[in-house]
């Protein structure tokens, strides 16, 4: 893919995001209630997404089924196989999160977050027809806290269906350099959720957060800072103005950052969920949070606590100035299940972000005893 990619995905939501604050009436039917659909654990969740009256598909886009359904993105998302994705939150009514800047927002009892993933057949044509995939749901519960659920779509895209045991999709599109991609591509079983989402065994929401949230997002009504709109619409309570909240770098702009600025960008959006420290990664000491201070703490010149496959005949996890020999390229460079990292969340190498932790490291100053 090149480094359009990015840029096509926007286009390609746009239409959602034009239907996303057009209406307050249910997607394709009668108007209906957003809600937590009666969620108090696992094992409670509806059959079909349906149920909790916060997207639908329309036209091919992911459509928000309320006004009080907001849509958001962030300025570095999580990568997963070039999906297209499209992000929702809904508060009760009265209800609003505290402003915070660490990594993920308190939101109250109630939330529903969702996110839906998608491709087009041929990411060469703007504003091609995406078909949705599934949507992932996440609810706040009173006794639970956090749990979630993923939802997959049927192939005309009018139902999408509970999977409690998850699924495995094979498919392809045509990427932007007109190459054909055949991902395998997971849709997590609940088992597999807090893979990813427990942190030091708290179940938690991954993205929204002050610094992934503070950018532009373009609303029907005109682009606006999402930090600022959460505000106006009383969703987020004691925010400061955009401008005195942090911004994470977007990692493929080259104007919100420097190159290692955006490349621990990239590593905090997509690996320090399992390394921050107190996730599933915590026994390694790699700390991948764009808030570490510690470069030994983010894996220069630092060795692996076991060696192994997944480290080759490498001894260091970033090698100042030779990306060759660092144990963090070889992982996000591989699509070898025992090796890849991230483990769940992608089956193809992300090429251009691969670049982009290639240059870093080779700019990296010093070297390893």
């Not at 090796?339 to 089956?347: D, I, T």
Request: glycine share 8%; charged share 15%; aromatic share 8%.
């Amino acid at each position: 893919m090149s480094s359009s990619t990015l840029g096509l995905a926007i286009v390609f939501s746009a239409a959602a995001i034009a239907a996303a604050c057009s209406g307050g009436s249910a997607a394709g039917g009668a108007p209906c209630s957003p809600g937590s659909a009666g969620v108090t654990d696992d094992t409670t969740f509806p059959k079909t997404v349906d149920a909790f009256c916060q997207v639908g598909i329309e036209s091919s886009a992911i459509v928000p089924k309320a006004d009080t359904v907001v849509p958001y993105d962030l300025n570095t998302p999580l990568f997963s196989d070039y999906a297209v994705k499209f992000r929702t939150v809904w508060l009760p009514p009265g209800a609003a999160a505290p402003y915070s800047t660490a990594d993920e927002l308190e939101f109250p009892v109630g939330t529903v977050v969702t996110k839906s993933f998608g491709w087009p057949a041929d990411f060469r044509k703007p504003n091609a027809p995406v078909h949705w995939v599934e949507t992932r749901v996440l609810v706040h519960t009173p006794k639970s806290g956090w749990t979630g659920a993923s939802y997959e779509w049927n192939e005309a895209n009018t139902v999408a269906t509970l999977v409690p045991g998850g699924d495995v999709l094979s498919f392809s599109f045509i990427d932007t350099n007109g190459g054909t991609e055949k991902p395998t591509y997971l849709i997590p079983s609940q088992a597999q959720c807090p893979k990813c989402h427990a942190s030091n065994g708290v179940f938690t929401t991954l993205g929204p957060s002050a610094a992934q949230l503070n950018r532009t997002y373009a609303y029907a009504q005109g682009s606006k800072n999402e930090i600022a709109e959460w505000s106006r619409l009383g969703i987020l309570s004691g925010a400061p103005a955009p401008d005195e909240a942090p911004a994470l770098p977007v990692w493929n702009d080259p104007t919100t950052g420097t190159t290692e600025q955006r490349a621990r960008a990239y590593l905090h959006a997509n690996c320090a969920y399992c390394h921050d420290g107190q996730g599933e990664a915590r026994n390694t000491g790699l700390v991948l949070l764009y808030s570490e201070t510690d470069p030994a703490k983010y894996g220069v010149c630092k060795s692996p606590v076991a060696a192994g496959k997944a480290a080759g005949d490498d001894a260091f996890d970033v090698v100042p100035g030779h990306p060759e020999s660092s144990i963090l390229i070889r992982r996000v460079t591989s699509t070898e299940p025992s090796v890849a990292m991230p483990e769940l969340e992608r089956s193809l190498e992300h090429v251009e972000a691969v670049t982009l932790l290639t240059e870093w490291v080779a700019g990296l100053p010093g070297s390893c005893p």
